[in-house]
T-cell receptor
């Protein structure tokens, strides 16, 4: 069983479209994250949720909206996609937040905006 | 200047060599993470440490809090160790990770 699973793994879409990436973890963790990895392979935090509550919201355009229906799921919805949104998006989870536990990552979702 | 600096950026080694990747940081931290990203893209957590040394198989991670420095060592390197190794720190003042730019390791047979 995959611990942290993201779908879709690849997403190719046109500018202006709206798309979602889903993430689920079966580890019983209480904290989940979305990270963006740009073309230079640099990882950057976007959002973090702890028990469905938003605890980190980096300087991310309002077009990005996370949603956590329960502590095992953290989805990422992106409106009005732009070329610069092309990247790999990683979901991750940890137990007790970053100070307590190691991170478990999903396989990444490669978004290409044309 | 990044708060987390890794060196070297690129490293090529022959199979069997002992490898060291360094990470220096300039902020107070609660923990330091070493991550591995394989060519396929997946990211795996190797270590999380806040003091001393940890060992897992051929991998050893050390941290010196006073010097704000950590090293990742790979003994008896193997081509399957080829990956990007990423250092990340959790600051004491917050709840987010700050990442280094990664070290691309290539181990040739």
């Amino acid at each position: 069983d995959t611990a942290v699973s993201q779908t879709p793994k690849y997403l190719v879409t046109q500018m202006g479209n709206d798309k979602s990436i889903k993430c689920e973890q079966n580890l019983g963790h209480d904290t989940m994250y979305w990270y963006k990895q740009d073309s230079k392979k640099f990882l950057k935090i976007m959002f973090s949720y702890n028990n469905k509550e938003l605890i980190i919201n980096e300087t991310v355009p309002n077009r990005f909206s996370p949603k956590s229906p329960d502590k095992a799921h953290l989805n990422l919805h992106i409106n009005s996609l732009e070329l610069g949104d092309s990247a790999v998006y990683f979901c991750a989870s940890s137990l007790g937040g970053l100070r307590a536990g190691e991170l478990f990552f999903g396989e990444g979702s490669r978004l290409t905006v044309l | 200047k990044n708060e987390v600096e890794q060196s070297p950026q690129n490293l090529t080694a022959q199979e069997g060599e002992f490898i060291t990747i360094n990470c220096s940081y300039s902020v107070g931290i609660s923990a330091l993470h070493w991550l591995q990203q394989h060519p396929g893209g997946g990211i795996v957590s190797l270590f999380m440490l806040s003091s001393g040394k940890k060992k897992h198989g051929r991998l050893i991670a050390t941290i010196n809090i006073q010097e704000k420095h950590s090293s990742l060592h790979i003994t008896a390197s193997h081509p399957r160790d080829s990956a990007v190794y990423i250092c990340a720190v959790g600051k004491t003042s917050g709840s987010r990770l700050t990442f280094g730019e990664g070290t691309q390791l290539t181990v040739n047979p």
